[in-house]
């Protein structure tokens, strides 16, 4: 997959006169995220995945497919029309890149719908199928003609495609059916149209038949339906087709005297943005396959994926993944209450008393930790005022909800939205509106910049004064990827983080940038880049072959062409490099003088993995740092982030943990090869079949059990002493 991009890069040369900035060494952005949602994919393949847990990967990658289209194809198609040629550090432009993942993409469609026809083989050995008409009872195709009628039919509104009718909208991701039709009496004159396919949450993808989990895909409903529609018609032919659109819409806001309204007129020029793939399955035939593409402003060559037989959108599987059979299923994993927040009442007093804390998301819970927070800073006639970002939420979390009834009860509430997150744009538009309805002062942080940052900051009148409360975390404030990602936090009072804190909230409510003094927070865009490099340079300078030097970074992507220099430099000396990357990797391990002692390590399994974790040793004055920020050059230099450092033996020994377990997971681990591609690990021997996220797992419910014996001991303590007096 990546190997054209190696070429030459393992002759073996002086470590003195190696360019490193040889483009060689560099792996394409793109096509190592295409390398990661193939490994997703090895997931659906996995035997040892539940069933349905299996289907689900095949959905994630369709998924991926879609808004790797959206949004990274999009890019690349928008600088290839702006008759940009600039190659980028891998050594490509914008053309080969789309040249290249196109055909990394069709190979990975090919291996998806091998392994779809598989699962479906496997499904129906426990009677779940996905049936074709021809494979009908007859009171199954009545069943579904009273079910089309009274359910989706009277939805359908068909356009003809014709001289007096200009070619229809297709609207992105919806499915849709090229009818050809003739006319009674005509002497072979025909007609097109167009139908689209109705699916919303009211009318699902996927027609259930009844007492039995047998399915059937609503466009084939409608496909063998079409005489209601078009009654007298003779069909000669119906495709399917499915369109994917440009998401890259977003407009210049430092012209913008409004910048929610441009990011909601952005939206609507989304539903009109250039498409960038068409979808079409069957054997469609040629003069329709130019049409459509010509229709679209599509190249037929390139531009056209055909899924051959097989069904489009393999995203809706999810219809099927949410089926209630536990069998199939992972074994179903509660998150347990962090152990040291369950003694108390008043978490602030907890927090003070016996923090800092490490939380552990999926594996802790998510609503007895940070929701609770915000539920007693709510509550708390001592809690003066409550501070934070918001760049994700959901509609089952809390966080609203406590935010709203805080500034009800007359404390100040400030919340930086981030109105840029990508898809999220519209639920942030609400809650915002919904906030500001109560008086919370709602800002959009700084002109030119996305705040990614992850942070709570409480102000409460302790019995000695103003004291500040934070929770700084890596994942969003989301009540459902906190049950389905790999993510920390840190609850603390320091005081230094606590100032700090206040320094980024008037940063980001005032967008004032005079210098700026931080005393532990590595925000960025002004200082995190600089601080990493300078680390990394200072691990070199430490190095020795009695005190050999280490970096272990675990993030999401490391991308920053900067960052990735500075380890080749790092490593070329002779410091070992650990890196826990889950998709984009730009680095090459294994490099003969280069990167030999550095290992790449990517963990695909049940959780998607969120977390960032920086550390340096430092000489044996061991650093660790977690937060919002990957190693990419949009988060270090176009992005408010912020990373925190983590202290204390007990929260150091937690991340040690996770470190060390995903260096060492064997059951969901790969390993990249020194030509960038990636090799899935396998278990050496029984206790390898436990990857890192179950040992996780394992680990958070001994500390739960642990806690729960102390308490139960403390109390009989408790009752034994009051005996005695």
Known sequence: MLTQEVEGGDAAQSPDTTDLKDPSLYLNRELTWLAFNRRVLSEAEDSRNPLLERVKFLAIVSSNLDEFFMKRIG?????????????????????????ECYEVVREQERAQHEIFEQL???????DIRILGYDQLQREDVEYLRGYYHDNVFPLITPQSIDPAHPFPFISNHSLNLLVQVRFPGSEGRTSLARVKIPTSEHVRRFIQLPERNHFVALEEVVRNNLDMLMPEMEVVSV???????????????????DLLSMIESELRDRRFAPIVRLQIQGDMDETSRGMLAAELRLDENEDVFNAGGDMLAMRDLFQLVALDIPELHDEPFQPVDHPGLTEGTNIFHVIRERGPFLLQHPYESFGTSVERLLKEAALDPKVRAIKMTLYRTSSDTKVIDHLVRAARNGKQVA????????????????????????????????IGLKTHSKIVLVVRNDYNGLKRYLHIGTGNYHAGTARLYSDLGILTNDPDLGRDATELFNYL?????????????????????????????????????????????????????????????????????????????RLRPGVSGISENVRVISIVGRFLEHTRIYYFQNGGEEEYFIGSADSMKRNLESRVEVVTPVVGDGLRAELRFMLDSQLDDYRNGWEMQSDGTYVKRVPRNEEDEQGSQQRMMAR???????????????????????NLR
């Open 75 to 99: 890019g690349l198609k928008q600088q290839l029309g702006a008759g940009l040629t600039k190659k980028t550090v891998d050594g490509r432009t914008p053309k080969e890149q789309i040249v």
């Open 120 to 126: 479906r083989v496997e499904l129906a050995e426990h």
């Open 239 to 257: 495709y399917m087709f499915r369109v994917t659109r440009n998401a890259n819409t977003e407009r210049n806001e430092e012209h913008a005297d």
């Open 415 to 446: 919340v930086v939205v981030e109105l840029k997150a990508r898809f999220d744009e519209a639920a942030n538009i609400r809650w915002a509106a919904r906030m500001e309805e109560v008086g919370i002062h709602v800002t959009y942080g700084v």
């Open 509 to 585: 409510t005032t967008g004032y940038t005079p210098e700026r003094f931080y005393r532990k927070l590595l925000p960025a865009p002004k200082v995190l880049k600089a601080a990493l490099l300078a680390r990394i340079e200072r691990e070199r300078s430490l190095h020795s072959e009695s005190s050999p030097g280490l970096i272990q970074f675990k993030m999401n992507a490391l991308e920053d062409v900067d960052i990735t220099h500075a380890l080749y430099e790092a490593a070329r000396d002779g410091v070992r490099v650990d890196l826990i990357v889950r998709d984009t990797c």
């Open 700 to 722: 958070a419910q001994k500390r739960a059990k642990e806690a729960v014996r102390y308490q139960r001991g403390k109390g009989r303590r408790h009752v034994a002493g009051r």
